[in-house]
């Protein structure tokens, strides 16, 4: 309700500008960008002192194909198993820190790169599940700081690998025990 009342088709645009892949946007990303549309319209000269993010967000579809791409998602559909959901971790980590990204994604990460140039980056997790309410995933996901010096192809394979480790942190043993311990093993986790 608080989008609907607050974001308007231009933020809407704003947004997708900015979105690599397609697919939802996760919790923090949403709190974020209505925090500032309230902002904006309550108190205009506050709003208008600060900084506007400059985020890219990577669409919860890319995180599905980049899965069943490498051959990952059966073993995260295991995990909807509470008697085996721990199972099959490491394999399921190694293929995603070896995983591959499609072409027409790995395009919009190195537009990423140029607009940005060589200033520093974080990537970071916000999955609708993770920032649902209710739940505190603080800290079971990981945030990778990522330098971003050197040739386009060393930037470019730095972020790359900091996106996968994000992903990887998703089959990490403390996030899935938390999940179990709220009930959320067979909630789809983007």
């Known amino acids: ?19 690599i892949g397609i697919g939802s946007v996760g919790g923090k990303t949403l709190g974020m960008l209505v925090s500032r549309a ?12 600060l900084e506007v993010h400059d985020s890219f967000f ?41 995983g591959q990204f499609p072409p027409f994604i790995l395009e919009q990460f190195e537009d990423m790169l140029d607009y940005f140039g060589e200033s520093p980056c974080i990537v970071r997790s916000s999955s609708v599940l993770e920032d649902a309410r209710g739940n505190a995933f603080s800290g079971k996901y990981d945030s990778v700081f990522v330098v971003n010096r050197g040739s386009r192809e060393e930037r470019l394979a730095a972020l790359l690998d900091a996106i996968r480790h994000v992903y990887a942190s998703v089959l ?9 311990r709220r009930g959320l093993l067979d909630a789809e986790e983007r």
């Open 1 to 19: 309700s608080l989008v609907e009342r607050h974001l308007t088709l231009d933020d809407f645009v704003a947004i997708r500008r900015r979105m």
């Open 58 to 98: 990577v669409g919860a579809e890319v995180f599905v194909t980049f899965m069943v791409e490498n051959d990952v998602w059966w073993i995260r559909e295991g995990q909807r198993n509470p008697d085996a959901f721990l199972e099959g971790l490491e394999e399921g980590r190694r293929r995603i820190l070896q």
């Open 172 to 180: 990490g043993e403390e996030a899935l025990l938390y999940r179990r």
């Open 38 to 49: 309230i902002l904006r319209a309550r108190a205009p000269d506050l709003a208008a002192r």
